[in-house]
């Protein structure tokens, strides 16, 4: 982060706001410590239909997601994890510091953490597995990424690329609900002090509407 250039809250699309540095040191080592306890379950690399894998590695509360559906039940037949209610409130309050609004009717039943090592990164997608279209709410731990925002229509430009750093909040919601997105590479050594030695961790809440 370059520490010369402010770091202000901005709505980068109708319904996109990147607010920086929403989550204090102490909010990223607790998250970071709740990461490590759910990451227990087993992160896997999601496997897509084409036969690629992705090369984050994910676990997930609430519901488990494998590309292209949500269900109750992992890969091996486990259970997946509950969704804290904890998780929910802190969903509610990102949703109403981004909008700027009362968001007590946030709900949101899902979580997606994903962990990229220096690798690791995302194409271009939608998140639209969910029948509800609630925002998402995306928190960013460790290193920096690249992270692409686009449009509804296609992968394709117009896109914005900007930098997630840790304890970054980023919402998207309304008219860019359904933007394609991605991450296009993470920047070693650039984490703060959180107990996160190496990589970067990406938690985004959801609402399933199921
Ligand atoms: O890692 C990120 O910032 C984005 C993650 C993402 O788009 C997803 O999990 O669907
Ligand atoms: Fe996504």
Redesign the pocket.
Known sequence: MDALIPRERAEIAPGAVHVPDWLSLDEQRDLVRACREWARAGMRSPKLPSGGVMS?RTVCLGWHWTPYRYSKTREDGSPVAPFPAWLADLGRRAVADAYQRPADDYAPDIA?I?F?DDAAK?GM?Q?KDETSRAPVV?L?LGND?T?RFGNTESRNKPHQDIT?SSGDL?VFGGPTRLAY???LRTTPATTPPIGLKAG?L?I?LRTSGL
Do not use: A, E
């Open positions: 984050v997606l994903n990229y995302m997608h998140d995306s960013s990424c992270f997630l980023f997105h991605g991450v970067r990406n985004t």
